[in-house]
């Protein structure tokens, strides 16, 4: 329980002392023989009550959604996608949204002619995560809408986009290589 969130552990303690209440001590006043609390039971026909009892509800873990900001040239693609993948295999880690916001050199990842690894952007478009291109560097390295790899959006500035998943979206922010 060292590792329980603050909140689940105020919310076990106060079910603690609702179930004290419960069990008879909560100063009712109904303190039956000798300032000792009632016995809980029917007096007509001596069968015990039913006390209500409050049950643990578990608050579910928060889903995560993590941005990837790759802005590096051609050599440093591989390593990148490899973060991506690496991401999604760790079952220790459940992410609900995962995108990848090329800007710079980076946008030569998800342009057709300056990818070194298309089809694993395709795959890793197939398993649900978002490549998102900045025009602004589309613009500055001449690479058109059409030369992208089906399946990649464009935003219009990489920097507005992760400032956005960030502050609006509570995205986690990994910089990759």
Sequence with gaps: MADEHPRRTVLRWAGGLAAVGVAGCSGDGDT???GMPADNTDTETAEPTET???TETTTPEPTM???FHFASDTDKQKHALNNVANLLADDS???ENTVLVANGAGIKLLAESTAEQPDRVR???EDGVSFRACQNSMDGFSISESELI???ETVPAGVG???KLQARENYAYI???
């Design 161 to 163: 986009e992760l400032t």
């Design 175 to 177: 910089e990759t290589p």
């Design 150 to 152: 089906d399946g990649v």
């Design 93 to 95: 880690t459940e992410v």
């Design 123 to 125: 795959s890793l478009i």
């Design 32 to 34: 039956g023989d000798g």
């Design 65 to 67: 959604s993590t941005v």
């Design 52 to 54: 209500e009892t409050e």
